[in-house]
């Protein structure tokens, strides 16, 4: 186990905490229009205030690829958080040199403060060794005394704010990432059974190393999404206009018969939705197993829907990420909807895995049902590969002897 917040003493201590503040903005106004992800740090950072601590928070937003941009500045999410927690947050305008220097060691217990998007450095994400090993010398410098790493969602990154600390000071996780790392460990180690994994999403590349990983311990894979066509594809069935991956068509087949002698049931469904177009105004119909030319498939279909729902009904742990369609656009949401109102129902741990799918439990108003829902994409799903996550690994491993 990784070295927690409470497995310090953080009394007039400097704690440097790495978040996740990389928040939805809207794209003409630039409001934040999710802010999940900032009141998922609130537990940690409150912890070090309570407890006599200063927190030195960094995180980036969006892409600015190395550049300062203004529509990207940290200001509108300092005002968020707070306002969130009701406390002076200062921003500054940048995320190194003297005047950061200089306001962190004027920092007293229970002061914030927010750098600026680290991001607005390129060697924040270089793979150059030099550029990276002298931007951290700069990060790590400011006059912290810990690191806290409580930015699950980008810790499959070794970019410099994840991983730079090493060597130069004491490390641990804060509480989102210790929940995160306790609730996928568990679903790895101790796997409930009957458990189902559901995986959609556009890709089956994407998806390659979790379904092998799965295929070993799941009891049935249920598959939707755009990546359902290449497995539809290789079993005989026709696909039209659907999205297909051809060169994945022989890892398809591989992971079809190693799922057939684990004895683990893999679904595809049977009926699916087509459409003339991916868009809200176009003719939409089901079809039976194959779809004509000239036609997209969009989402699973009715009878394919009722098969996964039963599938699901008896399952006492569920790893659900990946929605079922392009259920952005409601004629083609019923399947994703579907699924995330079977979740809230079942007598069992559901463990939604980040991205669409944690999209998808909110916008049908049941993510309050779900047991987990994870804060990370990509992170969530090399973790569930059983990759090793760099931003997690560089972390102190704590002394239970």
């Not at 999205?243 to 469904?269: P, Q, S, T, W, Y």
Request: aromatic share 6%.
């Amino acid at each position: 186990m990784k070295k927690t917040l409470k497995d310090i003493d953080v009394k007039n201590k400097k704690i440097q905490m790495r978040v996740d503040f990389n928040v939805p903005l809207d794209g003409e106004t630039g409001d934040i229009t999710d802010d999940t992800r900032i009141k998922k740090a609130v537990p940690s950072i409150r912890y070090v205030v309570n407890n006599g601590g200063a927190v030195i928070l960094m995180s980036h937003l969006g892409r600015p690829k190395g550049e300062a941009r203004d529509n990207l500045r940290m200001g509108k999410v300092g005002a968020k958080l707070s306002a969130l927690m009701n406390l002076e947050i200062t921003v500054l305008d940048d995320c190194i040199g003297d005047t950061v220097v200089d306001t962190v060691s004027r920092m007293k217990p229970g002061d914030i403060i927010l750098l600026e998007n680290v991001r607005f450095y390129k060697a924040e994400k270089s793979k150059d060794e030099n550029e990276k090993k002298e931007f951290a010398e700069k990060l790590f410098s400011i006059g912290a005394d810990i690191y806290v790493n409580d930015a699950f969602g980008t810790s499959h990154r070794d970019h410099v704010s994840m991983t730079g600390h090493k060597g130069k000071m004491d490390s641990v996780v804060g509480f989102l990432v210790e929940k995160e790392l306790e609730v996928l460990t568990d679903l790895l180690e101790n796997p409930r059974h009957p458990m189902a994994a559901v995986l959609g999403g556009a890709k089956v590349s994407d998806k390659i190393g979790v379904i092998e990983n799965l295929i070993n311990f799941a009891d049935k894979i249920i598959i939707g999404g755009g990546m359902m066509f290449t497995f539809r594809k290789v079993l005989g069935r026709e696909i039209g206009n659907s999205m297909f991956e051809e060169d994945k068509c022989d890892i398809a087949k591989n992971l079809l018969k190693k799922a057939k002698d684990k004895g683990v049931e893999f679904l595809v469904g049977s009926d699916i939705v087509g459409a003339r177009a991916v868009r809200a105004d176009t003719e939409v119909q089901v079809f039976d197993n194959d779809i004509p030319d000239e036609w997209i498939g969009v989402d699973i279909g009715p009878d394919t829907v009722n098969e996964y729902v039963e599938a699901l009904s008896g399952c006492k742990l569920v790893f659900w990420n990946g929605p079922m369609g392009v259920f952005e656009i409601e004629p083609f949401s019923k399947g994703t909807k579907a699924i995330a109102e079977a979740l809230a129902e079942i007598d069992g741990i559901s463990v939604i895995g980040g991205g669409d799918s944690a999209s998808a439990v909110k916008k049908f108003n049941v993510a309050e049902k779900m047991y987990h829902i994870s804060t990370g994409g990509g992170a969530t799903l090399e973790f569930i590969e059983g990759r090793d996550l760099p931003g997690i690994t560089c972390i102190a491993d704590r002394d239970d002897g």
